[in-house]
């Protein structure tokens, strides 16, 4: 087997070459528009948004940072600008039912000019009402409804007098009330002595004509209020036609605008009548009097102040040319999904009335589109199942969190809903929309479409200039200097490190803009016009910088011999393996000695860091890959007679994946066969049940991990790290270690097989088994193979005696149960 060479320095990074660019500076390209490369999310919003059926609705799902908000957004703007401007809605009274405002429906920009003319017309009401019932003619004929029934009344008394005259009565008036009492011939009322002095029979006649004269006064005291009734009701109905009178032109010219809307004719209807029966409202309040003390006073509530409760809640407008609403909703909690409605304080009262509701998020975007992040909505208590109610029914209901679950103590309205018809377009990371299906099965009933946001483009020539044009976009939106030739090549460098790809292209938008915003700072401390490859370079290093001091201290123990990490000499069971720490959003390599010891055993591989539950199931899973490997490769016709244990040297905060699996596998192979490997190099890279050496992620910071322990303690020339040949192209390694590669100081070798690992690290033929079943003589399967066969024998060997001992022990007592010989 031919030994893997190191890769040459140019494979460690895929350079760009500035002179390959056909611009001097950003400043020349023309702009794109969004985020590039986004084919297949454009098709899905496109889609989305073409297709108006029940639940195509529009997830757009992608890293935070990548720019999807703006890019649907736009899209959303641009087709919604060429739609028409969806209806205004308003909130009226219902004066049948008052705790539940009607929805109006009005053509776009009319809600306004509605609120408008009914402030007006109760404004004229307000003078003309008043007016009408200080005139002349309403006077008179007020009068002559009083003077009618006050001489009815006397008419009616004045006869109850005369007969009772002719009886020979008077009648009395007294503070207890009204009496008979009869009279002596000269016309005077008769003295109780007098009355004593008449015969009985003449007394018992005047009693019983008192009496009966006393049933006719009590059956016309009994008929006063029902004239009084009378009265009032004919009074009533003067002040309705003079309130009709005075009303119903003054309605008429506001019915005179709004002939094309029947909804609007329907509501001044109800208006003018209720006017006509509530025109006191309108009238000065007596003693001067505030109106609205009266009403609450009265128990009749805020909306009966005058003209309160005819205002119109313009709930939501839009210009007729302005198309279709886009809203984004930056707080979506449930009052401002769907609204609410608010109360003040009035005289210690907490009251309401249909101009307090407010719209919500659906509301501004019925008719058009809403923009939520799901993350922000799914925090939001009801926030979530309130849309999913909204979207299900098509309607907008407007009610508190307390309602929605029965706790509100507080009497308020209940609007009546608004039909709904919009787009929504939820905007999240993939966890959350590979949660939300497949826990929430509304969820795909809902958000029929994904917009999967691609976070890479090919790196081609066409797609490093679309990169630079990206760049130049991203400048200008940002009002930065243009860049030139060798900073947009270092920029595209960045990029598909960033990607951990060097034939790929990072397109997250906001690390874009962050770095073109440092490096333009220190272009302008420089005093440069335009930013350069340097001021480029100076920011990523200033940005490893802030956040590199945990890297800094691990490095600083391993110098110090606080982490033992060997980069000279031999040792068996012993490997530099890799692994890779994530803080944030800073990611950096940590060496990490792995170390393994065999004995005989019954075929068990312990995983240590699982053991004391340190390890993840990725690593586990790693380490019995391993076990199989090695019952595949050496005990196909004999039992596995190991016990092997595997650790991560000085690790006390959990370890998982399993790209140090092919380094665990090194390490157990060099203690069965007691061979030494090279501590000047270290491995990174998982391994299947076959041998196969495969990729894993985070390779350059696991390469410049090792490297900086190298080049602290010195570069002796023999030192590198042993990758996965699948990332080879993978590899965007830092400046400096490229250099060390030039000069032949440090190395990175691809290794496709364990075996080929193997041979790098301790310098011996891994072999390979031939027609006879073995493996050649010196390789270092031969010695594995010869450790495992010796195990087995011992194995067996114990097995036997174990099994002898008893079989010995159990003769004396088979003996005993014989007969004795005879004599």
């Not at 302008?524 to 370079?537: K, L, N, P, Y």
Request: net charge negative; charged share 25%; proline share 6%.
């Amino acid at each position: 087997m031919d030994h893997p060479r190191p890769l040459p320095p140019a494979q460690l990074r895929r350079r760009c070459d500035p002179a390959g660019l056909d611009f001097d500076t950003t400043e020349a390209l023309p702009e794109v528009p969004g985020i590039i490369g986004q084919e297949r999310a454009e098709e899905a919003v496109r889609f989305a948004i073409g297709i108006r059926r029940y639940g195509y609705n529009l997830y757009a799902l992608g890293t935070a940072g990548m720019g999807k908000h703006g890019f649907v957004r736009a899209f959303l703007e641009r087709r919604a600008a060429a739609e028409p401007a969806p209806f205004d809605w308003c909130y009226v009274r219902d004066f049948e039912d008052p705790r539940r405002p009607r929805a109006l429906r009005l053509p776009a920009g009319r809600g306004p000019q509605l609120r408008q003319e009914l402030r007006q017309l109760m404004e004229e009401l307000r003078a003309a009402i008043p007016a009408a019932f200080e005139g002349d003619d309403y006077r008179t004929r007020r009068a002559l409804v009083e003077r009618q029934y006050t001489e009815a009344n006397e008419r009616s008394f004045a006869a109850i007098e005369e007969q009772a005259r002719l009886r020979g009565l008077a009648i009395l008036r007294s503070s207890q009330g009204i009496g008979f009492a009869p009279l002596q011939k000269d016309g005077e009322v008769m003295a109780p002595e007098d009355f004593q002095k008449l015969p009985e029979a003449e007394q018992e006649r005047l009693k019983g004509e008192m009496a009966g004269m006393q049933r006719t006064m009590q059956e016309a005291m009994a008929a006063l209020p029902r004239a009084a009734r009378q009265q009032r009701e004919e009074m009533r109905r003067l002040d309705r036609l003079v309130t009709a009178a005075a009303t119903g032109h003054l309605v008429d010219e506001v019915r005179a605008h709004w002939a094309d809307v029947p909804a609007v004719l329907e509501h001044l209807a109800d208006v003018e009548k209720d006017v006509i029966d509530h025109a006191e409202d309108f009238l000065p309040a007596p003693d001067g009097q505030n109106a609205a003390v009266q009403a609450l006073l009265a128990g009749r509530g805020a909306d009966r102040r005058p003209g309160r409760r005819y205002e119109v809640n313009c709930l939501v407008t839009h210009a007729p040319t302005a198309g279709a609403p886009v809203v984004y909703e930056d707080h979506p909690t449930h009052s401002n999904l769907v609204g609410r409605v608010e109360h003040v304080s009035e005289l210690g009262n907490l009251v309401t009335d249909l101009t307090l509701i407010q719209p919500g998020a659906l509301h501004r975007a019925n008719g058009g589109y809403l923009i939520v992040d799901a993350r922000r909505l799914l925090l939001q208590p009801l926030a979530w199942d309130e849309l999913k109610r909204a979207l299900r029914s098509k309607l907008v209901r407007i009610e508190s969190a307390g309602q929605a679950l029965n706790l509100n103590l507080t009497a308020t309205l209940e609007p009546e809903p608004i039909p709904l018809e919009v787009k929504v377009a939820l905007l999240g990371e993939r966890h959350l929309y590979y949660l939300l299906a497949a826990a929430d099965p509304e969820f795909a009933e809902l958000f029929k479409i994904a917009a999967d946001f691609e976070e890479e483009i090919d790196r081609t020539p066409e797609g490093e200039r679309l990169y630079a044009r990206l760049l130049a976009t991203v400048g200008r939106k940002e009002g930065l200097r243009p860049l030139d030739r060798g900073a947009v090549a270092r920029a595209v460098e960045q990029a598909s490190r960033r990607a951990s790809d060097n034939a790929k292209l990072q397109v997250h938008a906001e690390s874009l803009a962050d770095l073109l915003r440092e490096a333009d700072h220190l272009a302008a401390e420089a005093g440069a016009r335009v930013v350069g490859t340097s001021h480029v370079q100076a920011a990523l290093d200033a940005q490893v910088r802030r956040a590199g001091r945990v890297r800094e201290r691990i490095q600083e123990d391993i110098r110090q011999g606080t982490i033992l990490i060997d980069t000279r000499g031999q040792a068996v069971g012993q490997v530099n393996g890799l692994s890779v720490l994530q803080l944030g959003g800073y990611a950096f390599g940590r060496p990490s000695r792995i170390t393994a010891r065999v004995r005989l055993g019954n075929g068990n591989v312990v995983d240590i860091e699982k053991e004391v539950a340190l390890g993840g199931p990725l690593h586990s899973k790693g380490v019995l890959i391993l076990a199989g490997f090695l019952g595949q490769r050496f005990a196909t016709e004999r039992p596995l007679s190991l016990a092997a244990s595997l650790v991560f040297e000085q690790s006390y905060s959990g370890v998982d994946g399993d790209s140090a699996s092919c380094a665990e596998l090194v390490a157990l192979v060099s203690a069965l066969a007691e061979v030494p490997v090279r501590q000047s190099c270290a491995i990174t890279g998982s391994v299947n049940q076959h041998g196969q050496v495969q990729p894993i992620g985070g390779v350059n910071e696991k390469v410049e991990g090792f490297f900086d322990v190298c080049s602290a303690g010195g570069l002796t020339g023999e030192q590198g790290v042993l990758i996965p040949a699948a990332n080879v192209r993978h590899l965007m390694l830092r400046d400096d270690v490229v250099q060390a590669a030039e000069r032949g100081v440090f190395h990175v070798w691809p290794v496709s097989t364990v075996d080929e690992a193997v041979e790098l690290l301790t310098g011996l033929p891994a072999g390979e088994r031939g027609a006879d079943g073995r493996f050649p003589e010196g390789s270092v399967n031969r010695r594995v193979d010869d450790r495992l066969t010796q195990f087995a024998e011992r194995a067996r060997s114990f097995g036997k005696g174990a099994a002898a001992a008893p079989a010995e022990a159990a003769k004396p007592a088979e003996a005993a149960k014989e007969p004795p010989p005879q004599a």
